[in-house]
């Protein structure tokens, strides 16, 4: 390739090209991306680009890497807003030129358009970018885009089943993939089926879309759940919501909607968790599906929470009736959407051991450690939690905070926040107050409060 990069710049020299010209003419050479393809156009390596950033932007970019760079250049992740925006003041240029984002400008160019403040359709002044990550950032811009894309329209079959692909990867993914790569991957992803969208097209290939972006919107509200970031998964929630609406599938609803009633037990209410369970229940309706087992367990759980022991009780009753028939089935797990058994007894444990009944709530907690997953860190983690709760329902104080202390040892920083976190606050606050100046106590909540995030 080096010898077609050399080939492409003596022309672009001879016939004067400008910057931006000779970076395409590398683009469509060489079959780069943009990014490279501007990296290339300067001569530079993956190392000269780093230093150049780190001597630009100083400490805070000492991060960076030429593996890092290298994964962007190939879309294996998308940059930080940081990043990308030490990327244009490097390349003087603007995200979509770099092959992030779209430009926005008017097609007519008879006359100077008009710019809006922070549209990159020209360079900003330096210090003062309206760079934003697409994953985070105007979600309800998005949300209002998804709505209001919902007249006919015409893509090609294939590109259609390449988006339904992609969501089925990250549906396949969720518990190999690093948290952050998915989140980064499928965001940048889901740009592009919105784009899809607004494109004229037949229905059917409308409803395929709407349900591909319903399922990429949900597996990123599971991860940032999983992150502990619950204002974004409620947003990603709504979203996958609102394009699971449009094609009519009852089940992926009810399951959005039932991962929405756990992130908000995690992390809001468990009033309002309950609530939000019991609407996914409703949407499920009796036919076998994940939702239709899996929005009573999520319902059980937040009346446990609330000390509710008699609707609680009513709630695993109608989860274990349910599960029987969804377990009865011929339905198989698939990936992030789905309800093993493992997870069934967790959600159970979970339960029981909230509304006083320990020796069973034990039993399923042993149960569910012995059938989940070796690669799975979390959950089993959540399951260590819940038995620490459960000696403690018990009167074993001491014993209690040592199990939690080792379960919380056993984990990277990394891994104690999000979930983990929620899980461990709840048990710290179960701990009665002539026992909170222990010393194991302290150790349970210094650990506990060892995050990333920290």
């Known amino acids: 390739m080096r010898d077609t990069v050399d080939s492409v710049l003596r022309k672009a020299r001879l016939r ?24 290339l156009a300067h001569g530079w390596t993956l190392k000269d680009v780093v230093s150049a950033i780190r001597e630009r932007e100083g400490a805070s970019t000492a991060t960076l890497t030429h593996q890092r760079l290298s994964r962007w250049e190939t879309h294996g992740e998308v940059p930080s807003t940081r990043y990308l925006l030490a990327l244009c003041r490097l390349y003087e240029t603007r995200p979509d030129r770099l092959g992030f984002g779209r430009d926005f400008e008017a097609a007519s160019r008879s006359s ?18 309206d760079i934003r990550r697409f994953d985070m950032v105007d979600l309800q811009k998005v949300r209002s885009r998804l709505r209001d894309v919902l007249e006919p329209a015409a893509s090609s079959n294939q590109l259609v089943d390449w988006w339904e692909g992609r969501a089925e990867f990250y549906n396949a993914a969720y518990r190999r993939m690093p948290h952050e790569e998915l989140l980064a991957n499928a965001a940048h992803d889901f740009e592009f089926i919105v784009i899809a969208l607004e494109r ?103 009346l446990a929470r609330l000390g509710r022991q008699r609707e609680a009780e009513d709630a695993l009753k109608r989860f274990r009736a349910a599960y029987s028939r969804y377990a009865a089935s011929d339905q198989k797990d698939s990936g992030l ?41 979390i959950d089993p983690a959540l399951i260590r939690i819940d038995h ?20 919380l040892s056993a984990l990277s920083p990394a891994d104690r926040g999000g979930t983990v976190s929620a899980h461990a606050q709840e048990l710290a606050r179960m701990v009665p107050g002539s026992q909170r100046r222990k010393e194991t106590y302290r150790r349970f909540i210094a650990l506990m409060n060892d995050t990333e995030d920290s």
């Not at 000779?22 to 990296?39: D, K, N, P, S």
């Not at 100077?112 to 970018?129: E, H, L, N």
């Not at 999983?226 to 947003?235: K, Q, T, V």
């Not at 159970?348 to 039993?363: D, K, P, Q």
Request: with cysteine; proline share 6%; glycine share 10%.
């Open 200 to 302: 004229r097209q037949p229905l059917s290939q409308m409803h395929r879309l709407h349900r591909a972006s319903a399922m990429v919107a949900g597996a990123i509200g599971v991860v940032c759940v999983d992150l502990g970031r619950p204002e974004d998964s409620y947003a990603w929630f709504g979203i996958g919501e609102a394009a699971a609406a449009q094609t009519g599938d009852r089940h992926l609803h009810a399951w959005i909607r039932t991962r929405r009633a756990l992130a908000v037990l995690y992390y809001g209410t468990p009033e309002e968790a309950a609530r939000i369970a019991r609407a996914a229940a409703e949407i499920a309706g009796r036919n076998s599906s994940v939702a239709m087992a899996m929005a009573p367990a999520v319902e059980a759980r937040a």
């Open 337 to 377: 959407i789905s309800f093993p058994g493992y997870k069934a007894r967790f959600y159970e444990g979970n339960v029981l051991a909230r509304i006083g009944l320990h020796s069973a709530a034990r039993e399923a907690q042993r149960e569910a450690l012995l059938q989940y997953p070796r690669s799975d860190r």
């Open 388 to 407: 620490s709760i459960t000696l403690l329902g018990s009167g074993y104080v001491l014993e209690a905070l040592a199990e939690g202390e080792r379960t």
């Open 16 to 39: 004067q090209l400008g910057r931006w010209e000779t970076v395409q003419e590398i683009h469509h050479a060489c079959g780069v991306g943009l990014l490279r393809a501007h990296r």
């Open 112 to 129: 100077p358009p008009v710019v809006p403040a922070g549209d990159f359709t020209r360079p900003q002044p330096p210090g003062q970018p």
